[in-house]
Every structure is written in C-alpha cells, then in structure tokens.
C-alpha cells in the first residue's frame, strides 16, 4: 500500500464549530506531515511529525492543533477557524524526517471551506 | 533560507509540442530536487526528484529533468505534450536540515491547445 489517505474530501464549517481533518498512511513511513495551500498559492508546511513527537511548528495560530495517535495516523483538530483559513489541506508521509532527504509522498487533500 | 523561482505563471502549448518549464533554487549545498504535477482540486503527484549522481532525471509520463548546478536550475522537459498534461506543476527543493521540509515554488499553469 503506497497511499496516502485523506477524510473527509471536503469539510464546510462555521467559524464557531470543532471538526477534525484525518489523515492515513499504511507505509511504515515515521514522518508525517501537513501542508496548507491557499488558491492559486504552492503549499506551505504547518506541522512536521517525526517518531509521533511534533518536531516543527511553522508558527501556526492555535486554532489549529495537530495529533499523532499512533505512528499510521495524523489528526488535525480545528476550532473557531477564520474564512481565511479556507484552503486545501495536504498530508504528506516520508520514511524519516532526519538523517537523510526522505521523499514525501502526499494524499489528496481535504478541502476546507471556512463560513 | 531556501527559495525556488518558476518564472513562468502560464504556458500554452499545442498538443504534441514540446516543452520546457523553468525552475531555480537558492541552496548552498547540494539540494534535493523535485518536480511535483497538481490536478485542480487535487493532491500532489511526484514526477521526478533529483538526490545525487546523473544530471539528467527521468520521471513518470515521459518527463525528463536536467541538473545543471552552474545555472542552479532544474528545467523540466517533455518532447511531445499531451491534452491529459494540463495541470499546474511546482518545482521543490526539500530542507533536509529542517525536517525534511519541502519549499515550493509559485507554480506554472500549463495549458495545452488542440
């Protein structure tokens, strides 16, 4: 199995709500990743994932909280989002996330739509 | 910090035409180099990648890519485009000292003309 998986697809929330993005890779792979892309922007990385511990914080505001459960599976908890905050939101996996370059392999996205 | 240029927002070509996409980077060692393809709506699929050795990378689709250290450039090519082509396509430099970070470039939307 050489996928990422990614749920739900498309996700709409108030500003008020709590939602959670998931994501599911089934590689062995002990790096995890989440990337935010804005519309007609490249994707940026929010969070890095290595060995279940939370290795890099690109500054994310709060209201946006990853998880790690478990070494297959990474959560990302929303709650009072802003409409700016409406992108698509990308996971990616990779072997590692030391030592040498590991490739990522993304999934395809949840599409977030802040109201 | 790393940086990557794609200096083409658009490119139409007709199909069965060739191509060439641009890429720089900004790396003081060597970098690890990749050509992703985005469908719209879609996730990221990886074309080809560049870690060490031959200057000249083939990927999936036909796609080739070519090192070249002294321009800092990783041009992507295809000989003869095809309809099923059209997609925006990002050129990345991977940040092996910050946790395997990907940095991206803008991107280039390409389209292909019948």
């Known amino acids: 199995d050489t996928e990422v998986t990614q749920t739900p697809k498309h996700l709409v929330m108030g500003m008020t709500n709590k939602k959670s993005l998931k994501c599911e890779q089934h590689?062995?792979?002990?790096?995890m990743y989440w990337y935010k892309q804005k519309a007609k922007k490249p994707p940026e990385l929010m969070f890095v994932y290595s060995y279940e511990k939370l290795s890099i914080n690109e500054s994310v505001p709060s209201r946006f909280s990853p998880e790690c459960p478990n070494s297959s599976l990474l959560n990302l908890h929303l709650h009072a989002l802003q409409p700016e905050d409406s992108a698509l939101y990308l996971c990616?996996?990779?072997?590692?996330?030391?030592?040498?370059?590991?490739?990522?392999?993304f999934g395809p996205g949840t599409r977030l739509t802040v109201l | 910090a790393q940086s990557v240029t794609q200096p083409d927002i658009h490119i139409t070509v007709s199909e069965g035409a060739s191509l060439e996409l641009r890429c720089n980077y900004s790396?003081?060692?060597?970098?690890?180099l990749f050509w992703y393809v985005q469908s719209p709506g879609q996730g990221l699929q990886l074309l080809l990648k560049?870690?060490?050795?031959?200057?000249l990378v083939q990927g999936i689709k036909g796609f080739e890519a070519e090192f070249k250290r002294s321009q800092s450039s990783f041009n992507l090519r295809k000989p003869s485009v095809h309809w099923s082509d059209a997609a925006e396509y990002f050129c990345a430099v991977g940040e092996m000292e910050y946790g395997n970070k990907l940095v991206f470039g803008a991107g280039t939307i390409l389209r292909v003309k019948s």
């Open positions: 560049y870690f060490s050795g031959d200057t």
């Open positions: 790396y003081g060692a060597t970098p690890y």
């Open positions: 990616a996996s990779s072997q590692d996330a030391a030592g040498t370059y590991n490739e990522q392999f």
């Open positions: 590689m062995g792979h002990r790096a």
